[in-house]
């Protein structure tokens, strides 16, 4: 077995929880659509909160690059909150919900020690977004009278529950729509 097997696991078990929730799958329906064994899965995540908490692991892993990304580029701050914001409708064209929504409406599901590492990825997401507000404001981009956080917390929210009715209503439209109008109501 190797790393390679691993990978797969945690790229479907992704999937599976964007898609279906964390309740809503098993280790049986990982064996099924990568054709190995169950014992297999057991073998590098002995346990679903095992392999949960390794996938969120990794997930952020990568979530925190592309915010990196995002944040170097020389673009106007709001262009690169737009490309922020195109985060979560790139999740919904793929038939799936943001990663950190779909734990989080599960919560009373998930083990206990999941609990803080979910709370430190919206707190990744704020802070961020915290930081691309300070600066607007530092370049006179962002005039408010409201705090950065306050504000971070209203974007966040936005594309979260954007995502949930855009998923709903299975409208694209609606993930981004909102959110929108939250950054040109701040003229970002």
């Not at 592309?66 to 914001?85: C, N």
């Not at 930081?131 to 936005?158: F, Q, V, W």
Request: net charge negative.
């Amino acid at each position: 077995m190797s790393s390679h097997t691993s990978q797969l696991i945690l790229q479907e078990a992704e999937i599976l929880i964007r898609t279906r929730g964390y309740s809503a799958f098993s280790y049986a329906d990982l064996s099924e659509r990568l054709g190995i064994t169950k014992a297999a899965i057991h073998y590098y995540y002995p346990g679903k909160e095992d392999l949960v908490m390794a996938l969120t692991e990794d997930y952020v892993c990568r979530f925190r690059a592309e915010l990196a990304a995002i944040k170097a580029d020389p673009i106007p701050v709001g262009d690169r909150l737009r490309r922020y914001g195109n985060l979560f409708l790139a999740g919904f064209e793929k038939g799936m919900l943001p990663y950190c929504g779909a734990l989080a409406a599960e919560r009373a599901a998930l083990p206990p020690r999941m609990h803080p590492q979910i709370e430190a990825f919206f707190q990744i997401h704020l802070t961020w977004l915290a930081e691309m507000l300070a600066e607007a404001r530092e370049t006179g981009a962002l005039r408010s009278h409201l705090a950065d956080d306050h504000i971070a917390l209203l974007m966040l929210s936005t594309l979260e529950g954007g995502s949930f009715v855009g998923w709903a209503l299975d409208r694209k439209i609606v993930v981004l729509s909102a959110f929108e109008a939250v950054l040109q109501s701040f003229s970002l």
